[in-house]
């Protein structure tokens, strides 16, 4: 067999290594064009082995850091000790450490007190943790619940329900477009972008007020063709921090009836924002309620500070039972070849939390304590500000603003001095987590936003 | 579409005018109900039947003598250690590096010059299924005119996985039904006429369903025929200690291409060898040219992965990285796997002296030739069927036994009902 393969080696050699002349000899090997021959003894035949060099991923060029994760990257490998990591949304205590939630650990002794085993899901995720999810966001007797209208699938956190979402509208709805904020989360172009759904922008952040634009927005989701689907963030806009009110998001939902539009709603932060599970989630009731189809992707990262677990849902509430059910089917039959089933463990946290009535119970007093503690933040840094800046510039948007972020208003440049100088990490968006600030180190913050926001432009 | 907008919306305007009515007609009107998964809608029927006679031989999870999950004991002492952490923030996107560093030791070698020099690009993914998907989006992105060679058969969701990343596939021949073993020839003849700088996917040990794997020597074969044919090889290797009961053996068609000097892609699953199958825990790794390149194919793996769920999860990347990385823990480790291959390998032996006991007409020898937790009976879909409906016992309709599934209790019981359906075939 051995002459036979070397036979073939002749017969079949490679354009590129044409020219057989040998240019060097090193340690056995020889130069043969662009690859090297390796002479290697193996059972006593001495056989000729061209190693491939040249590889097939050679021209692959290095791709930006993440704007977002690379934040994070960047404020580690800062040595200065005053530095301040207000990029990542994850929550962080007053010592400025990550928090495991009380009634996660319980819940992970219980389960591993039970010796829960490590089997496969099914494709759709964990049963009891589909019928939590839902509840928590429409509320248990929600008439679309009762009637079995509600698609659950457990999805890969945010990110991988939205995409799941993204699929199914490139697949169903060939064509439709999404229609994103100005801004919107970074991420939220990516997954659209690679599930090949094309999105344009309605209007939204209002510079000038720091606040929402909602004429802006009214005018773009009316002026989109029939059957857009709509991005809205049922709480706690990221990156603005901006929400619109009760009486906005009636107006947007007359309009989006009005124009026959899909609302897609991401919920990132419910619970987060308000403090109260129910509040925050009446964006997308109000929607529900008037009886329209709406997608809705649900995240755990914040609110139960699961972050890493990666468990969130998307859900499809329709007009019937029987939709509800085959659109179930093809959301599986998406998220199939892309992971196969999702992972059990955050599934099991959520579950047990939500179904245990005494953890639910702490859960809702530890989600207050970290709005709380939100709150109190966005208090102390605007006082701190005010205080300080003579310009007369009205800062009370600070206050306005809900949830884990906020929209300085400041621009790149900005941004960039408040890296460069003073060790402040945040987004170029002018995005600053809240959560990474501690009362502490308000004072300190209020004096770099105005140094950047007045002498940098 | 024109249809199905106008006729929603007369019926928008008219209801939208009496406030909370409810839509008569659907945006999801078009959406047809899926198919059963294949593989996964085999135990869902199993768990519907009522029989007390019923045997699950459908998917594939191991199972212990007594037809129980197993949750390994180096996982369990694992989940100890790390219970109670502070680990619960975003890994990053590429996931855990301690967990992708000993992944790749025990894939390339625990002293591999690779590894020393840098040269593997390598990611944390979401078990197997993630990791081929994450190759195919990055195959679609920078190879978008390639196609992807798979063997016939190879698993089911093979298919999907590269239909969805948009990458054509072409089949090579693999399986020899008259012999229930390889079609050596066959394959060789397909890897020789596939255009040169083809995408071959090669189950790198205990083929997934066949059970039917090439020998050393063939394998030698085929990859000196790849590296003339300059084709890329890329493994999906789900089974490493579970086929043989020795991790090291189980890798060796992935080190007899590493020596002959591929440059390989890699998805690697801790789903069945440790256990960990509701975790999703892998590892997606491309062997590069050099450390420049292998950091330029992992931040473009990143990119790729963000859009799909930002970062994975960590919970199984800690067991992986826990076990593996404590000596204690990783004998145990291979204890556990060794008892788990050798109680499939012990099975695969009693299925078939039993159906030589029964007297069946046919050949067996497949059943102990074929190596992993699968065996490729050779049964045909209506004698599936009757498998099913006459003895309640599941299995996928291609002939697939998962071996997992059988034990002393219930061996008998499965060797006489295919006797039943194969005694007249």
Redesign the interface.
């Known amino acids: 067999?051995a002459s036979a393969?070397l036979s073939?080696?002749t017969q079949?050699?490679?354009p590129n290594a044409s020219s057989l002349s040998i240019n060097e000899t090193h340690k056995g090997k020889a130069k043969l064009g662009g690859s090297?021959l390796?002479f290697?003894k193996s059972s006593g035949r001495i056989s000729m082995?061209?190693?491939?060099?040249?590889?097939?991923?050679?021209?692959?060029?290095?791709?930006p850091p993440?704007p977002i994760?690379g934040v994070s990257?960047a404020f580690r490998a800062d040595t200065n000790d005053v530095k301040l990591n207000l990029g990542?949304g994850?929550y962080r205590t007053e010592e400025l450490?990550?928090y495991?939630l009380n009634v996660?650990?319980k819940a992970?002794?219980l389960m591993?007190e039970r010796?829960d085993?490590?089997?496969?899901?099914?494709?759709e995720g964990l049963a009891a943790f589909n019928k939590a999810t839902a509840e928590l966001l429409l509320g248990a007797d929600n008439p679309a619940i009762k009637e079995q209208r509600v698609a659950t699938v457990q999805g890969?956190?945010?990110?991988?329900s939205l995409?799941l979402g993204a699929a199914l509208i490139e697949r169903?709805?060939p064509?439709s477009k999404v229609l994103i904020s100005a801004p919107t989360w970074g991420?939220h172009k990516?997954?659209f972008?690679?599930?090949r759904v094309p999105w344009s922008e309605y209007r939204y952040y209002d510079p000038r007020t720091v606040g929402l634009d909602f004429e802006g927005m009214i005018e773009d989701i009316k002026a989109a063709p029939?059957?857009t689907f709509v991005l809205l963030h049922g709480c706690a806009h990221n990156p603005t921090g901006i929400d619109p009110t009760p009486e906005q998001w009636e107006k947007i939902a007359d309009v989006i009836?009005?124009k026959?539009h899909?609302p897609f709603f991401d919920v990132a932060y419910q619970g987060f924002a308000s403090g109260s599970l129910d509040e925050d989630a009446a964006s997308v009731r109000l929607f529900v309620?008037?009886?329209?189809?709406v997608l809705v992707a649900q995240s755990y990262?914040k609110n139960l500070?699961?972050?890493?677990?990666?468990i969130g849902a998307m859900n499809?509430i329709?007009?019937?039972s029987e939709?509800a059910?085959?659109?179930k089917?093809?959301l599986?039959?998406?998220a199939?070849?892309?992971?196969?089933?999702?992972?059990?463990?955050?599934a099991r946290i959520v579950a047990n939390v939500v179904g245990t009535p005494v953890l639910f119970d702490e859960w809702k007093a530890e989600m207050e304590m970290m709005a709380g503690r939100i709150k109190n933040v966005r208090q102390k840094l605007y006082d701190s500000i005010s205080s300080k800046d003579k310009s007369g510039k009205d800062w009370s948007f600070i206050l306005k603003q809900i949830g884990m972020f906020s929209y300085t208003g400041l621009n790149k440049n900005q941004s960039d001095n408040m890296t460069n100088k003073w060790h402040v990490y945040m987004t170029k968006d002018g995005r600053i987590s809240l959560a990474g600030l501690s009362l502490a180190k308000c004072e300190y913050l209020a004096d770099a936003i105005i140094d950047s926001y007045h002498n940098v432009s | 579409m024109a249809v199905r907008n106008s006729l929603s919306g007369q019926l928008l305007r008219r209801s939208s005018v009496v406030a909370g009515a409810r839509f008569m007609s659907s945006w999801f009107r078009s959406i047809e109900p899926a198919p059963k998964d294949p593989i996964l809608g085999v135990t869902e029927a199993f768990l519907a039947d009522q029989s007390p006679n019923k045997v699950n031989v459908g998917v594939g999870a191991y199972r212990d003598d007594n037809g129980k999950p197993v949750v390994l004991e180096c996982v369990r002492e694992a989940e100890r250690r790390i219970a109670g952490s502070q680990f619960m923030e975003y890994l990053p996107i590429g996931g855990s590096i301690k967990m992708v560093e000993e992944s790749l030791k025990l894939a390339y070698g625990e002293n591999s010059e690779f590894i020393k020099d840098k040269r593997i690009g390598a990611v944390q993914a979401l078990s197997g299924t993630g990791a081929c998907r994450l190759f195919a989006a990055f195959q679609h992105r920078f190879h978008p005119n390639s196609q992807i060679y798979i063997p016939v058969p190879t698993w089911a969701n093979h298919h999907n996985i590269w239909r969805d990343a948009g990458v054509p596939m072409k089949t090579f021949r693999y399986y020899h039904p008259e012999t229930r073993g390889l079609d050596f020839s066959g394959l060789m003849e397909d890897i020789k006429n596939a255009p040169d700088g083809s995408f071959f996917l090669l189950h790198a040990c205990a083929h997934n369903p066949t059970g039917v794997d090439p020998s050393e020597e063939q394998w030698r074969e085929i990859s000196s025929l790849i590296k003339i044919k300059g084709h890329f090889p890329f493994f999906d290797m789900a089974y490493q200690g579970f086929a043989s009961g020795d991790p090291e053996r189980d890798a060796k068609a992935i080190r007899i291409f590493l020596e002959d000097g591929h440059l390989i892609g890699l998805a690697q699953s801790y789903a069945k060898n440790m256990g960990l199958y509701g975790q999703r825990v892998g590892c997606l790794s491309v062997l590069c040219e050099d450390e420049k390149q292998a950091v330029a194919v992992k931040s473009q793996l990143q990119l790729l992965a963000r859009p799909m769920y930002s970062n994975p999860p960590v919970h199984g990347a800690l067991i992986v990285s826990t076990v593996l990385g404590d000596p204690e823990l990783k004998n145990l480790w291979l204890k556990e796997v060794k008892v788990m291959a050798d109680r499939i390998i012990g099975m695969r032996a009693t299925l078939r002296e039993n159906l030589e006991k029964l007297g069946s007409p046919l050949p067996w020898q497949h059943i102990t030739n074929q190596i992993g937790m699968f065996c490729y009976s050779g049964l045909t879909p209506e004698q599936v069927d009757r498998m099913t409906n006459e003895f309640h016992i599941y299995m996928t309709r291609n002939g697939r036994i998962s071996m997992a599934g059988l034990n002393t209790g219930n061996v008998g019981y499965v060797a006489n009902a295919i006797h039943e359906v194969t005694k007249s075939a």
Do not use: W
């Not at chain 1, 085993?117 to 494709?123: A, F, S």
């Not at chain 1, 309620?289 to 189809?293: D, H, L, S, V």
């Not at chain 1, 500070?305 to 990666?310: D, F, K, S, V, W």
């Open positions: 067999m393969v073939i080696a079949c050699v490679s090297t390796r290697s082995t061209v190693a491939v060099n040249v590889s097939r991923f050679e021209g692959i060029p290095m791709a993440d994760l990257e990542v994850a450490q990550p495991v996660v650990k992970e002794n591993l010796g085993n490590k089997e496969y899901l099914p494709i890969l956190s945010g990110t991988g995409r169903y709805f064509g991420n990516n997954i972008n690679d599930a029939e059957g009836q009005q026959n899909i309620a008037r009886g329209m189809e990262s500070g699961l972050y890493a677990e990666r499809v329709s007009s019937s939709s059910t085959r659109v089917s093809q599986k039959r998406l199939r070849p892309m992971y196969s089933n999702p992972p059990v463990h955050g």
